[in-house]
């Protein structure tokens, strides 16, 4: 290797390193925001049939955080007693004020065939444990995404 080379190669190495050390003291130093909470409220059928049906379900979204998030989307899985049932995401933007709360409209499809097998398997107990996760995709930032999961209990 020549000695222009060697320069060169520590030169690029060296702005590498400052690199990366910027963006972690960025990071460091940039606000933490914290996931916020995901709730299911209500359930609509939209139609469909049992091995593919359509739902619409309300979520009531809490932020946690002292400042407003601008959501572009919010991803949802629901598990019903920790098998999967049905996933979907929200159609539009939407801002999510500090320390406040929204509801919002999530489209999911749904395997309901193996729904109300779940279903029938507890009907004894008429309750059902679920939990509902998934991402909050930012529209801004450095952190573009927060991950999210609720679980309860669903009494019928």
Known sequence: ????????????????????????????????????????????????????????????????????????????DVDLAAMPFATGATDAAFILPANGSYDVLLNVTANMGNGLILLAGHAQHRTIHYRIHGEVHLQRGIVRTLHYSHEGDLHF
């Not at 049992?50 to 002292?66: K, W």
């Open 1 to 76: 290797m020549s000695p222009t080379s060697r320069v060169a190669a520590r030169a690029l190495l060296g702005t590498a390193a400052l690199a990366a050390l910027l963006l972690a003291a960025c990071a460091a130093l940039g606000p933490h925001l914290v996931a916020p909470t995901v709730q299911v409220t209500a359930v609509r059928l939209e139609g469909g049939s049992l091995a593919r049906e359509l739902l619409q379900l309300t979520a009531h979204i809490v932020n946690p955080n002292d400042r407003a998030i601008a959501i572009d989307r919010l991803t949802a």
